[in-house]
């Protein structure tokens, strides 16, 4: 049976990933997840949340007339997005893409004639590693994702816990208080303002004036020896790993998933967060446990919101 045939009898539906960076979509084929067509742009979130809504229109509409073309029927949206969003898919911050307060549901289903279901990015990632990626060999894991921003999700029976009110994921963005000897609390930024991408590049940026480049410059002048851009790779891997490690203490899940486009570049940023996590794990019964990367890439936040319309699983999900 050709893609094309295959894709005439099997379900399908649309998935978006709304990121602070980029927007990636795709028409998801069921029950095996594969991709029949992919869409990705910049987000540039800064124009308003109604230009960004305006994208994502256009994104799933052009998804919907290559799938007619391919002879498959849609059946849903699925939407993430990097903000926090309630169990009722309500987007509830608006720290990156400005849709708090907005009915995206009604803009969408009423474009594309489909019923949409709305999730934050990081569990729709997580969705699509336990369906099809590193994580469907476990019964649960931990997925962090680490690019413009940080966050993390719990994923138990291949499914992301949502929390009582929908805000899980939130793990980075706020400041913390350090304990002293002498006892005095200092507090330290946000993780996200030391470790994530856009951290990296500011924090090089702030050392050599004419600097304009992004955190996978600073990767790259760490890799070359540059010893700014170690220290900074370093420092930033170390805090990022300890914060995991105190995850794993609390939640000790099977394994951790790293995504994200930063935390997918391994190298020194890579050693220093496995370093640093194993460090701070504080049982040696677990000290030892899987750390691996996500391998859906760029698909894996569509193909997730994908899984997430449908309420899809994966037949014979063992590796």
Known sequence: MTAVE???????????????????????????????????QPTRPLRGGEAVLADVVEMACSLQREAAALGAQPTAVGLAVAELVGVAGQVLSEATIRW??????????AATNLPLTLDADVRAAA????????????????YVTVGTGISASLVIDRTPYAGARGLTGTFASSRGLIPSDDGRLAAGPALEQF??????????????????GTAFDVVALAAAGDPPAREIVSSAGNALGAAIGQLVNVLDPEAVV???????????????????MRKHIWSELHRDLPLVSAELGNDAGFVGAAFGACRCEVEGRQP
């Open 6 to 40: 295959h894709s005439q009898r099997a379900p399908c539906a649309i998935g978006i990933d709304v990121g602070g960076t980029k927007c990636a979509a795709g028409l998801v084929l069921f029950p095996d997840g594969r991709v029949l067509a992919r869409r990705l």
């Open 195 to 212: 470790a994530a991408g856009p951290a990296l590049a500011a924090r090089l940026a702030a050392l050599q004036s004419g600097f304009g």
């Open 100 to 109: 708090r307060g907005v009915d995206v549901a009604a803009v969408l289903e």
């Open 127 to 142: 969705r699509g590693e336990a369906q099809l990626g590193a994580g469907r060999s476990f019964q649960s894991f931990l």
């Open 258 to 276: 790293i995504g994200g486009g930063l935390g997918m570049v391994g190298g020194l940023y890579r050693e220093t967060l496995e370093a640093a």
